[in-house]
C-alpha cells in the first residue's frame, strides 16, 4: 500500500457517530494489516482498532469495543472506520497505518483526520 489518505473526519456532538476512510493510492500484496491509532492534544499516539487485509480478522482497543467497527474493501484499498457513540475524550487527530508482512512496525501512515467532538 503506502500513500494512504484518510478522509471523514469533522465536527461531531457527543453520543454521535462518523465514518472514517483510508485510502490506499498503492496497491500491494505485501500488506499484512491495516489499523487505526488516535492521538489526542498533548497526548501520545495510541492504539484504536486493526483488520488483518487477508483474513479481515479484527482487534479493538478496549475504550473503543463495542462502538468502533473496522471493516475493509480490499477490491476499492480502502480501510473503514465506522464510530459509533463517540466521546468528548475521543477528540484526536485520527490517523490510519499499514504494517507489511515481515515487519514488526507499521511503516506507512497518512496524515491523519481530525475528529471533534463536542459536549
Known amino acids: 500500500q503506502g500513500q494512504l489518505t484518510e478522509s471523514g473526519g469533522g465536527l461531531v456532538q457527543a453520543g454521535g457517530s462518523l465514518r472514517l476512510s483510508c485510502v490506499a493510492s498503492?496497491?500491494?500484496?505485501?500488506?499484512?494489516?491495516m489499523a487505526w491509532f488516535r492521538q489526542a492534544p498533548g497526548q501520545e499516539r495510541e492504539f484504536v482498532a486493526v483488520?488483518?487485509?487477508?483474513?479481515?480478522?479484527?482487534d479493538y482497543a478496549d475504550a473503543v469495543k463495542g462502538r468502533f467497527t473496522i471493516s475493509k474493501d480490499n477490491a476499492a484499498n480502502t480501510v473503514f472506520l465506522q464510530m459509533d457513540t463517540l466521546k468528548p475524550s475521543e477528540t484526536a487527530v485520527y490517523y490510519c497505518?499499514?504494517?507489511?508482512?515481515?515487519?514488526?512496525?507499521?511503516?506507512?501512515w497518512g496524515r491523519g483526520t481530525q475528529v471533534t467532538v463536542s459536549s
Open positions: 497505518a499499514e504494517k507489511r508482512f515481515g515487519r514488526s512496525s507499521y511503516d506507512f
Open positions: 483488520i488483518s487485509w487477508n483474513r479481515g480478522t479484527t
Open positions: 498503492r496497491p500491494s500484496s505485501r500488506t499484512m494489516s
